[in-house]
Structures are given as C-alpha cells and as structure tokens.
C-alpha cells in the first residue's frame, strides 16, 4: 500500500512539473539561464579548481598529514582518524560539496571505514569562507556579518560532529597508500564531478524559480532557499523582513545549503557505496542552530 501510494505521488509530481515546463517555458528557461550563470560565474571559477586541488591533497597523501596535525581533538572530540580529520579541515575552507568528494575518495581508497565515511560526510559539506563573507556577508549588510555566519556555521558542523563521535565506528586498518597520484586524473575527474554540479544547479534553479511564484506569501520565500542557496538567499535577503531576521534566517539557509547540495552529497555517497543518511538530520540541526546564535547575538554584533 505504502509503496502504491509513494508511486502515484512520484507521478503527479512528475506530471506537475512537466506541465510546468509546459506552459511556463519562458519562466523556466529564464530560471535555468540563471542556474548556468551560477555554474560560469561560481561554480566553474571557484567549485572546479578547488576540486583539483581537493583530489590532488588526497591522492597525495596531504590531506591525511594535515589532519595528523589535528588528530588528538579530532580523536578524542568527534571520533575521527587522522584522514577523516583532514576531511574535515577541507570540508571548512573548499566549500559545497569538498566534504563528500573527500569523503567518497578516502573511503574507495581504504583510508577510512564506511561508519566513519558515512558520519564524516554529514558535516564536513559546508560554505567557502569567500561565500559567506563576499555573499551572504553582501546580502545581510556587512562583511562582518558574513564571517561571523561563517564562523556559526562551522561551530554548528563541529556540535553535530560531537553529537555524532561515537557513531565513526572502528577504525579502518587498511592505510596502505596507493599510486595514484595525478594531475590528469585530478582534472578529469573534477570536471565530470563539476558537470553533476551544475546539472543540480540548473534543475534546482528551475524548482526554486517554480515554488517562488506560489500566491503564498513567505512560503514562496522559504521554500527556494531550500532548494538552491543562492537563488534563495536572494530572495530571502529581498522578502522585506527586518534586518536581525533575515541576517539570521541568511545564516541558516547557509547552513542547511539546499537540497541542490544534499543531492551532490547523495550522489557521491552513492558512487562511493555508502549512505548519507545523517546528513539531512545534521543539516536541519545546523540550521536551527544557526538562526538562534545568529539572531541571540546580532544585537552586540557592531558594524
């Protein structure tokens, strides 16, 4: 019965959107053209080269040094390795979806278990320093305000990391490092993981652009941000709330980053052969969390 119904809502679904496309075409083509803008202004220009970089750290054996450097805390605090530890710095400074691609990379190469593969990738998918301060930061009034969303949001990740510690499991024993060291190999592969991007991108900018058009009013606003960050913010930072909300609701939708974003995670948790399934509990909490800190603080914030 249950599977019964889940296919008959899967296709009215499908059929809403497809008669959207159908008879909004001008709408969802104007949608999608500024989902490709986001792809050649953002993600081609700062997703696509730090993914080399990415790859190149963890193909090198680097990402695991760095995370060493950090693996008491990292240990005794969330339960991590040494090479989940470095996933997790790169998780803080390479933005969406860094986390995941290091986390489904290690965990093909045997550098980390599934358990620790599985938690690791539920908080380590977070903004670039650069977006939340020369994005959300624009869009919320300062820059100041942008790297203290930034800093929030990293806080957030590492509460949910400690919720989370002794979930990582056993250790992998397997830390034989392979060859497989290239700066092709590198390229192509963040360029087909690129593509994936701004294919959700794309989709979830036609979504967003559909939802916002509702006759309802802040549902129509929520709901984009939930979807695609960045259209959403946008809308969110234009919706005429007060200055102290939409700061605060701009830090949470940060936080959360999108079903756009959990859609990457997804996929590259699929490829890899595990489950994110923390990753949208942490991210609601995150969420939550992010709102309540930044709106608690915002009246001691000076600009």
């Known amino acids: 019965m249950a599977k019964s119904i889940k ?57 695991g040094r760095l995370g060493s450097l950090i693996k008491a805390p990292a240990s005794f605090l969330f339960g991590l390795s040494p090479a ?11 933005g969406y979806p860094s ?9 093909k190469r045997g550098e980390i278990s599934k358990d620790e593969a599985e938690v690791v990738i539920s ?15 624009l869009l919320s009034g300062s820059s100041k305000l942008g790297l203290i969303c930034y800093l929030i949001n990293i806080l957030s990740a590492l509460l949910w990391a400690f919720i989370l510690r002794k979930k990582t499991g056993k250790r992998c024993v397997n830390q034989t490092k392979n060859n497989d060291f290239s700066f092709i190999s590198a390229v192509t592969s963040s360029a087909f993981s ?9 989709i979830f900018s036609v979504i967003s ?12 606003l929520i709901l984009p941000s939930l979807f695609e960050i960045t259209t959403g913010a946008v809308m ?38 595990f489950c994110a399934k923390y990753y949208i509990p942490g991210k609601i909490f995150q969420a ?14 000076t600009y």
């Open 7 to 63: 296919y008959v809502l899967t296709v009215v679904l499908i059929g809403i959107f497809t008669a959207y496309l159908l008879f909004f075409g001008a709408q969802s083509k104007k949608d999608a053209a500024e989902g490709l803008s986001v792809c050649g202004n953002v993600i081609l220009t700062t997703v696509f080269p730090f993914s080399v970089a990415a790859q190149l750290l963890i193909t090198s054996g680097v990402c």
């Open 84 to 94: 989940g530890a470095g996933v997790l710095l790169l998780g803080f400074i390479g």
């Open 99 to 107: 986390g995941a691609s290091g986390a489904s990379e290690l965990y």
């Open 123 to 137: 908080y380590t998918n977070n903004a670039t320093p650069a977006f939340m301060i020369n994005f959300i930061g």
């Open 194 to 202: 690129t593509v994936y991007v701004c294919a959700f991108v794309i």
């Open 209 to 220: 652009g559909a939802f916002s058009r509702l006759p309802l009013p802040y549902i129509s």
């Open 236 to 273: 969110l930072s234009g919706a005429g709330l007060s200055v102290r909300i939409t700061a605060a609701a701009l830090c949470a939708a940060a936080s959360f980053s999108g079903l756009c974003v959990a859609s990457q995670v997804f996929s590259a948790a699929e490829n890899a052969g």
């Open 288 to 301: 939550f969390v992010s709102f309540f800190a930044l709106y608690l603080i915002y009246p001691f914030i």
